[in-house]
């Protein structure tokens, strides 16, 4: 008769079992500020001040999207945000796609203290370097206008990292056996490398598009005018005009603008976290 050996098994199963228990609770933690903005941008403001507190809309308001809606030109901040995002992402994974080509297969002398210099940009927040920053766009004339937020875009540190160790893992033989055939750097690029790191720039083009959609300090900095409102800055504008008194108007409107950042994270949530899993593999 066998005996099954249950003492080595058993605390790992327990703590298998405390590790999902808790990443379920912080999951609900994190969920519940979401869920509880959809549920009182159905409520009206009388059922905001009851108390105790109503957690359901009774009955359910759905007139406050409309309302919210028509309150300011959220369609036209939609296009602005959308087209923003959009040239930020193409941009974005052109210029990205090439440096980090560049610094994954060409050699030459001090490019790893060059990418290093380039990777430790990161740690410099934005609010440091924000004002030569709008000296500079100012002199181009470009306060008040959407280049002050795509141009300074085309550079991403973050994008080159990404990007390089994907090509880092691409199989070098690949590269070598296309220079035997009479290929080139540029077609090598184009025809090797880019179609073999098409799951990564898919994930970086969500992770940019988000970031750029989520934007709201650059627009509040270098935006005057009405008509070039993002969809944060005529987020803000609304609940400094309604946010102390009509709750479910202001989060309606809050909903309104995460409707798309919702729908991208879901296509490629897989895809993102895979990226982000495969970033750390390969390299020579």
Known sequence: ????????????????????????????????????????????????????????????????????????????????????????????????AMAAYAFARIRFRGSGLL?????????????????????????????????????????????????????????????????????GRWTIFWRIVLPNVRPGMGALGIIVFLASWNSFFFPLIFLNSPELATVPLLVSQFAGQHGATEYGLTLAASAISVIPMMIAFLIGQRRILNSMAMSGLGGR
């Open 1 to 96: 008769m066998s005996v099954i050996p249950t003492g080595v098994s058993l605390p790992r199963r327990l703590g298998g079992i405390a590790l999902h228990v808790g990443l379920a609770v912080g999951g609900l933690v994190m969920l519940f500020p979401f869920v509880w903005m959809l549920l009182t941008s159905f409520k009206g403001t009388h059922q905001m001040l009851n108390a105790p507190l109503d957690w359901l809309p009774n009955p359910w308001r759905a007139q406050n999207y409309p309302d919210a809606f028509g309150a300011l030109p959220f369609a036209n901040a939609y296009w602005n945000s959308f087209y923003i995002a959009a040239l930020n992402v193409v941009l974005t994974l052109l210029t990205s």
């Open 115 to 183: 990418f290093g210099l380039f990777l430790a940009t990161q740690m410099v927040p934005a609010q440091v370097t924000i004002v030569p920053l709008y000296l500079m766009l100012s002199e181009l004339g470009w306060i008040d206008s959407h280049l002050a937020l795509i141009v300074p875009g085309y550079v991403n540190p973050f994008a080159v990292f990404l990007l390089r160790q994907f090509i880092r893992a691409v199989p070098i033989e690949l590269e070598e056996a296309a220079r035997l055939d009479g290929a």
